[in-house]
């Protein structure tokens, strides 16, 4: 680059301010929207990459083949003892178990018991997980059955600016007991689905504590490999269906891996596939989000070598006048390439600006805390500028350079590019609106489906619910969650209060069972059961469709009244067509079930507790009048009022009665919203994306209307001479950009079709994908066409004849 570039930039900045800030600042907004949604894909994308040789450690999940059953699909949970198995086939296997993680377990300190991120693990963690170590040793420490390692954080709230090495912790998970801290850990990196506070040994006599410890097909905790190369981790896969038919027969049935399996997960793939489900929505939503980031600056290079190209025409006499001073062909091509790149580097560095004083906002609309790491992006910004500089000034470079001087001179206007530019041109426009008009259909469809999810009917009011999770824990005996439940039904505002195994949001626990029908062969399909106490369905209100409600008077009501007698159950409207029933009037007093035979005595509404992309499962409810006796018993209360106040009177009540354990509610939105905010806070990031895109297409057609209308004021001229009105003159040149936006939905609606078609499809309740919303975003696009390119036509319009005809 040289002075004559320079001084070149800086006149053509300052004699068309207007034109350079249209293609400086539309190309900016462009690189800032990528900025910021990069850095968003490489945050999801970068999680568990900071453990050390994280591409040798893989999770175990558990493949529940049979789609007919509620659990079919993966989990990234096993059987306690799976490990213990595996090393007698596999002696020389490096793995490790992790039992808790996130509000896993309670930290008492004096008078104070708190929820801690408390996880069991083997001796062996540290050699799949090496976490670095702050103070303390690490080595040998998780063998040891009274020794714990903490975090960095947990040191700080805990014991303060005291050396934490050698001091006692009180921690429970089952039962209180005293451990003595033998190192720091630093705390998790923000890009970590583990959540780790505290580490303490696995018990030795785990399988004394959990009679299913060994039972194949339990889910207890999390188990992980680590494998020196890929091939180690497939020979293991390979070798697990034989192990599951050798291992598992006792549990599972004659072809135990016909109907479960083992699958290894890399524990990267862990955050995008959870369940190792690679069409997961949250890999769908950061795909989505990426393309849009790509798109919003592929939208604004369009934009910006469109303005750059069609503006160069103008430069051909300039160009004669530098080859008739001596400039060579050369020197053209390395001039217009040396400003068009300087022009990319000014917006690069704008665009840089505009993504960090954005990031704060962007960070705040989506719950993020993500910061940009200019190591990394000034690279890729120099390379950005190489790039769409090169492509932006290659046409003026190549097209301007071998005019002839005398024929420019000679001619009565500057050439531009013919037929073949202008068509140029308009493909560009086409392509750019194109993707813009997409744009607008996904975002109304995004938002339109998380507004009914938001509203959609759950079979339940939500507002006056509040869940008493806290009553699972296991150092709450019987009688004090009967107290407390008792005191609870006695506050004036109180409304009804339920001891049940299923809550809103998930009580962490659930089981189902093969139910044999009548005249059909086999077990029977498999229903989720729950057991409901008193006022459950008080609380929780589903409509009845069919029967009648659990009374609670009634002897036949109690389960398990009598040895081969039938338990009355409800059941619920999804189980209706799974029994085999008719209908739901059908299913009233009939009896299924073989040995343990159920009479249904009514049929309820779907009660919808795990979010919008969970499909509602055909379950059946068992009533019991004392549901404690059951164990992980969780209560729900109806309520009237503030929910803060009320939940200050629950917190109450709970210290009073039970000291020892934190107390732990929450409203029903508070519970749903974990289901609910990764589609908005996507919805929220694409329809931002989306609308700088949209804006960018603006600005370009309007700074290529502008472009044209200066183009076309001598043939305005001559047509208003002839008898054009100036309704004549704006129809015609609000015509010439109507005809590309017009074209550019046939790149838009197959586009959006099948980006939303497959976004929709992760959603078991779901808006049907209107042609409305294909229709209203084309015009709405064509609406910003016209009223961008408007302003121009209508002053074009007025022009004096005379004026236009001398104009040069």
Known sequence: ????????????????????????????????????LGL?????????????HHNEIYAIQSDWKDQSSPFAGRYVETMGGLLDELREDFPDLVGTRIMGGKHGGIVQRGNTAVTEDVAMVDPSFFEVFDLPMISGDKDGALAKPDAALISESAAKRYFGQSDPVGQTLRVS????????????????????????????????????????????????????LRFRNPAAAARFDAAMPAL???????????????????????????????????ASSAKMTLVTLGLVGTFALLIALINYINLATARAGL?????????????????????????????????????????????????????????IPYALVVPALVLLTLVAGFLAGIYPALVLSRYQPAAVLASSRSPGGGRAGTRVREALVVLQFGLAIAFLIGTGVLVAQTQHVRNADTGFQREGLMTVMSLRDSQVDPTQSRAFIQEVRALPNVRAAALANTVVGGSGTRNADNVPLPGVPGDGPLVIWEIVGPDFFEVYAPRLIAGRLFDGRTADDRANTAQGQPDNVLINRQAVGVLGFDSPDDAVGKTVGGDHLRTTIGVVDNLSFFGPRAPTDPTIYYYYADPLRTGNIVASIRFTGDPRAFHEQLEEIWQKIVPQ???????????????????????????IGAGFAVLIGMVGLWGLASFNTARR??????????????????????GQFMRPVLIANLIAWPLAYFAMRTWLAGFDDRIALSPLYFVGASLVAIAIAVLTVLGQSLRASRTAPAWALRHD
């Not at 968003?40 to 050390?52: A, I």
């Not at 209180?176 to 780790?196: C, E, H, Q, W």
């Not at 354990?661 to 329809?687: C, K, N, S």
């Not at 004021?713 to 309704?727: D, F, P, Q, Y």
């Open 173 to 224: 998970m089952w039962e209180p007991k005293n451990y003595r801290v033998a190192g720091v850990f630093k705390d998790l990196p923000d890009n970590s689905d583990f959540t780790i506070s505290v580490l303490i040994p696995l018990p030795e006599n785990m399988r004394e504590i959990n009679s299913n410890w060994h039972h194949w097909g339990n889910s207890s905790l999390q188990t992980y």
């Open 40 to 52: 968003y894909v490489r945050f999801e994308t970068s999680f568990e990459t900071w453990l050390p």
């Open 315 to 371: 430069r051909a006499r300039e160009v004669a006048m530098r080859k008739v001073l001596g400039a060579d062909r050369r020197a053209v091509m390395r001039q217009f390439l040396a400003e068009a790149m300087l022009m990319v580097a000014l917006a690069s560095l704008l665009g840089l600006i505009l993504a960090e004083l954005g990031l704060p906002l962007i960070n705040a609309a989506g719950g993020l805390s993500l910061t």
């Open 1 to 36: 680059m040289n002075r004559f570039a320079l001084l070149s930039l800086y006149r053509s900045l300052t004699r068309h301010k207007l034109y350079a800030a249209l293609n400086i600042g539309g190309l900016a907004i462009g690189i800032a929207v990528f900025i910021v």
């Open 661 to 687: 354990v934190p107390f732990d509610a929450q409203t029903a939105d508070e519970q749903l919203i974990q289901f609910y905010e990764d589609d908005e806070r996507a919805t929220r990031l694409f329809a």
């Open 713 to 734: 004021v001598k043939e305005i001229g001559i047509r208003k001479s002839l008898g054009a009105s100036a309704t004549d003159i704006v129809k015609l040149l609000v």
């Open 244 to 278: 599951i038919d050798r291992r598992g027969r006792a549990y599972l049935g004659d072809k135990p891996s016909d109907i479960f399996g083992l699958v290894l997960l890399p524990v990267t793939d862990m955050h995008l596939e959870p369940n190792g489900n690679a």
